[in-house]
Nanobody, 124 residues
Framework: QVQLVESGGGLAQAGGSLRLSCAAS????????MGWYRQAPGKQRELVAT????????DYADSVKGRFTMSRDNAKNTVSLQMNNLKPEDTAVYYC?????????????????WGQGTQVTVSS
C-alpha cells in the first residue's frame, strides 16, 4: 500500500512557475511508475505527466510539453512536477498517482492510490 501527499500548489500569474511535490510512504514506491494528473472544474481528470520507476523515462501531455518537467528521487520517495510558463488553462487540482507497473508513457496504468490533491490557480 502507498500513501501519497501532494504539496506546493498555489496562485501564480500567467508566465510564472510553481513546483509541486508528492511524498510517498509505504512499500512499492521504488518499483512503481508515477503519474501526475489534473482536474479542472467541470472536466474529467487528465493525465499530465508520467515517469518510469527508475526515473529514466518521462512522458508528457501535449498541452504541457516543453513547459512541465517531472522528476523523482527514489532515495527520498518523492516525485516533483516543475511547472514553468504557466497558463490560465493550467488551473486545476493536481493529483499524484502511483502506477501499477514500472513503465511510463503509453504503458502507464494508474492504481487506486491517489493523493488528496493540491490546487493550482493561474491568473491572466
Amino acid at each position: 500500500q502507498v500513501q501519497l501527499v501532494e504539496s506546493g500548489g498555489g496562485l501564480a500569474q500567467a508566465g510564472g512557475s510553481l513546483r509541486l511535490s508528492c511524498a510517498a510512504s509505504g512499500s512499492g514506491f521504488k518499483v512503481s511508475a508515477m503519474g501526475w494528473y489534473r482536474q479542472a472544474p467541470g472536466k474529467q481528470r487528465e493525465l499530465v505527466a508520467t515517469i518510469s520507476s527508475g526515473g529514466s523515462d518521462e512522458d508528457y501531455a501535449d498541452s504541457v510539453k516543453g513547459r512541465f518537467t517531472m522528476s523523482r528521487d527514489n532515495a527520498k520517495n518523492t516525485v516533483s512536477l516543475q511547472m514553468n510558463n504557466l497558463k490560465p488553462e493550467d488551473t486545476a487540482v493536481y493529483y499524484c498517482n502511483a502506477g501499477r507497473g514500472l513503465l511510463s508513457g503509453s504503458w502507464y496504468r494508474p492504481s487506486d492510490y491517489w493523493g488528496q490533491g493540491t490546487q493550482v490557480t493561474v491568473s491572466s
